[in-house]
């Protein structure tokens, strides 16, 4: 099909990074979730409560966009911006999801901070890559995926899928993950 045949043919644009602070200059949405979206995410639920009531419902983590048509040859992307703390001993974490289209693959490219990008199948597999500046995490297929900062800075990173991919947050939501990351004694321990 030549171009001028597709109906509403996508004009092409540009979006501007700040590479400083790996921020989206002009997002169209702006997803913003605090503590209390947390809640059943953390193994301690009472650190949480209590964050969220001594610290005013804190901001937890943030996501950028410049939405493009869900269609399966579009590419939509993101920056994705994780603050740094814990709910007890455990690292702020975003809530993880597989894609509603769960053969979606999905590339990370991290601008700044640290940490990991954890993983794990419905069938139970699990695995965690690294996250630091200029690293890039291949999220296979089928893979559900979370961002964990261990680092005292936010952890930025922009990832890109296909547009159509959808986001389920159910599942996950019932199954959890299979391991948490936690500081003890002063080291990242992962169990
Ligand atoms: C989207 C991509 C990221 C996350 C973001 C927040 O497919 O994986 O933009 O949405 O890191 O995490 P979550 O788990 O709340 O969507
Ligand atoms: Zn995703």
């Given amino acids: 099909m030549k171009p001028e045949e597709i109906n509403n043919l996508l004009m092409p644009f540009s979006v501007e990074l700040n590479l ?11 997803i913003v979730r605090k503590a209390s979206d947390m809640k059943g ?4 639920s009472d650190a949480l409560n209590n964050l969220i009531e001594k610290k005013n419902d804190p901001l937890h983590y943030e996501v950028f966009e410049v939405p493009v048509p869900a269609e399966s040859g579009q590419l939509m992307y993101c920056i994705s911006k994780l603050q740094p703390g814990k709910i ?4 702020f974490m975003t809530k993880g999801h597989y894609h509603s289209i769960a ?11 640290k940490g990991y990008m954890a993983m794990k199948t419905s069938a139970g597999k699990w695995n965690a890559q690294k996250m630091t500046r200029g690293k890039m995490v291949y999220v ?6 979370r961002s964990i900062n261990t680092g005292k800075e936010p952890l930025i990173s ?14 996950i939501e019932q199954e959890g993950f299979p391991k948490r990351i936690f500081e003890r004694g002063g080291k990242v321990v992962i169990e």
């Fill in 20 to 30: 400083e602070t790996g921020e989206m200059l002009n997002p169209k949405n702006h």
């Fill in 41 to 44: 995410y953390y193994a301690d």
């Fill in 88 to 91: 007890g001993d455990e690292f």
């Fill in 103 to 113: 053969e979606t693959a999905e590339l990370y490219i991290c601008l700044r901070g």
């Fill in 140 to 145: 296979p297929p089928c893979w559900a995926h």
């Fill in 158 to 171: 922009f990832c890109v899928y296909r547009g159509d991919a959808g986001h389920n947050y159910g599942d």
